[in-house]
């Protein structure tokens, strides 16, 4: 063990297995599960997006190791729906995809979604490791020669990069932006992001007066128009 590695292992990451494949799931927690040796500790596993978004809001993992391809949806189905855990403003839920595919479709919509990174099953156990604890850290960690998919798509977005009006929002200001435009109640957006419903409305009239809108059903169609929903 390095000097490096001997210093990582003074602190744990909370992790969560999500993968459809019951064998596999056993194999990764064989492999990186033994806390003492690794620095990772697994505290829930789940086989399907909705098995997933349970496990992971109640037990709020660091990160998220995340199959591409669920019954229910798929893993860009579990990032949507984790979005508010994602963009906690404290000890945010961090996503890394780990899957068999290295399709390019697959790594671009799992990272437009909101994933740190993008790894395949071949990784072994040692990386896979330190690919938790740099996704852990904020970093963005992919296998070799995925990270040019990701350049080359969002290079070529047509998305202007500058949008003057929504760098007037903070950011919980967008994240009460996006809830509203996907259709939820305060009171839901109040559970959400553990906040008041009463800080909910004062962020929705916040956001209604910088971008001078009257109402959600507008706000709604601007956050479609720029494709935050």
Same mark, same amino acid.
């Given at each position: 063990?390095?000097?490096?590695?001997?210093?990582?292992?003074?602190?744990?990451?909370?992790?969560?297995?999500?993968?459809?494949?019951?064998?596999?799931?056993?194999?990764?927690?064989?492999?990186?599960?033994?806390?003492?040796?690794?620095?990772?500790?697994?505290?829930?596993?789940?086989?399907?997006?909705?098995?997933?978004?349970?496990?992971?809001?109640?037990?709020?993992?660091?990160?998220?190791?995340?199959?591409?391809?669920?019954?229910?949806?798929?893993?860009?189905?579990?990032?949507?729906?984790?979005?508010?855990?994602?963009?906690?403003?404290?000890?945010?839920?961090?996503?890394?995809?780990?899957?068999?595919?290295?399709?390019?479709?697959?790594?671009?919509?799992?990272?437009?979604?909101?994933?740190?990174?993008?790894?395949?099953?071949?990784?072994?156990?040692?990386?896979?490791?330190?690919?938790?604890?740099?996704?852990?850290?904020?970093?963005?960690?992919?296998?070799?020669?995925?990270?040019?998919?990701?350049?080359?798509?969002?290079?070529?977005?047509?998305?202007?990069?500058?949008?003057?009006? @929504?760098?007037?929002?903070?950011?919980?200001?967008?994240?009460?932006?996006?809830?509203?435009?996907?259709?939820?109640?305060?009171?839901?957006?109040?559970?959400? @992001?553990?906040?008041?419903?009463?800080?909910?409305?004062?962020?929705?009239?916040?956001?209604?007066?910088?971008?001078?809108?009257?109402?959600?059903?507008?706000?709604?169609?601007?956050?479609?128009?720029?494709? @935050?929903?």
């Amino acid at each position: 063990m390095t000097e490096d590695s001997g210093a990582q292992q003074t602190r744990n990451v909370r992790v969560v297995l999500v993968d459809d494949h019951r064998m596999f799931r056993t194999g990764v927690q064989a492999e990186i599960g033994d806390t003492v040796r690794t620095g990772v500790e697994v505290v829930g596993e789940a086989a399907d997006v909705d098995q997933a978004v349970t496990v992971i809001t109640a037990t709020r993992p660091e990160v998220v190791l995340l199959d591409v391809h669920l019954p229910g949806g798929g893993g860009v189905e579990v990032l949507r729906r984790c979005a508010p855990l994602m963009a906690a403003a404290e000890n945010p839920v961090r996503f890394l995809a780990l899957s068999v595919s290295d399709a390019a479709e697959d790594v671009i919509g799992v990272i437009r979604g909101g994933a740190r990174g993008y790894v395949t099953k071949t990784i072994t156990g040692t990386d896979l490791v330190d690919s938790v604890f740099r996704v852990q850290d904020g970093d963005a960690v992919f296998s070799p020669r995925l990270a040019g998919f990701v350049l080359d798509a969002f290079a070529s977005t047509d998305a202007p990069p500058v949008d003057e009006d @929504l760098d007037r929002l903070t950011q919980r200001e967008r994240e009460v932006l996006r809830l509203i435009a996907r259709g939820y109640a305060y009171k839901e957006i109040a559970k959400q @992001l553990f906040i008041s419903v009463k800080t909910v409305e004062s962020h929705v009239s916040a956001v209604l007066r910088k971008l001078q809108l009257s109402n959600r059903h507008e706000l709604t169609r601007w956050a479609t128009a720029r494709r @935050l929903v």
